[in-house]
Structure formats: structure tokens, C-alpha cells
Nanobody, 115 residues
Framework: QVQLVESGGGVVQPGGSLRLSCAASGVILSFNPMDWYRQAAGKQRELVAA???????NYADSVKGRFTISRDNAKNTAFLRMNNLKVEDTAVYYC?????????WGQGTQVTVSS
């Protein structure tokens, strides 16, 4: 069974940085694409960044140049490095994989950007 566990959220001032982690079990991230999504209060969940099994990266326009998605194959863990955070980045962040014709989501980690 696939399990995804996020960590690393918190409260940070505008311009600050955080690194989110997504520890995976039941799926090998180097063989399976994975994504980071976020959902702000009152808004729909949106795709933030994606990494293919071959390592191709994609980002939402709103985070390009500030966020970096990566993975550690040995630890079967994905990361989202977030720099120059803005108030509008405040949201619950989720890692996601599509496997066996269904979605798997982590429990989410809250990121709050506030002065």
C-alpha cells in the first residue's frame, strides 16, 4: 500500500525559505512520477511542481525560479525547496502520486508566510 508522509512545514516571514519532505513507501519514486500540490483556504488544490521518473521537472508559473523539486532515490524521499516565500504561498502542501489507476495523497503540511 502506498503511503506518503510530508514534513517540514511551518511559519516563515516573507522572503524566507522552507524545505518540505515527502517520505514514500509502497512506491518507488525513481520509477514513478510525483507531484507537489497546495491548497489555500477557500481555493482549489493546484499543482505546484512535478518530477517525472526520468527526472524532468515542471513548475507552476507562480513558483518558477523560487521553488525546486527534487528527490533522493536512496531514501525514497522527495523534496520541495521553497525560497523567497510570499504571503500568497500560504497553503497546505501535499505530495501526490498516481499509481495503479488511482491517486495517493499525503496528509499535508501547513506552510504559513506572514510578517
Amino acid at each position: 500500500q502506498v503511503q506518503l508522509v510530508e514534513s517540514g512545514g511551518g511559519v516563515v516571514q516573507p522572503g524566507g525559505s522552507l524545505r518540505l519532505s515527502c517520505a514514500a513507501s509502497g512506491v518507488i519514486l525513481s520509477f514513478n512520477p510525483m507531484d507537489w500540490y497546495r491548497q489555500a483556504a477557500g481555493k482549489q488544490r493546484e499543482l505546484v511542481a512535478a518530477i517525472s521518473s526520468g527526472g524532468i521537472l515542471n513548475y507552476a508559473d507562480s513558483v518558477k525560479g523560487r521553488f525546486t523539486i527534487s528527490r533522493d532515490n536512496a531514501k525514497n524521499t522527495a523534496f520541495l525547496r521553497m525560497n523567497n516565500l510570499k504571503v500568497e504561498d500560504t497553503a497546505v502542501y501535499y505530495c501526490h502520486v498516481w499509481r495503479d489507476r488511482r491517486d495517493y495523497w499525503g496528509q499535508g503540511t501547513q506552510v504559513t508566510v506572514s510578517s
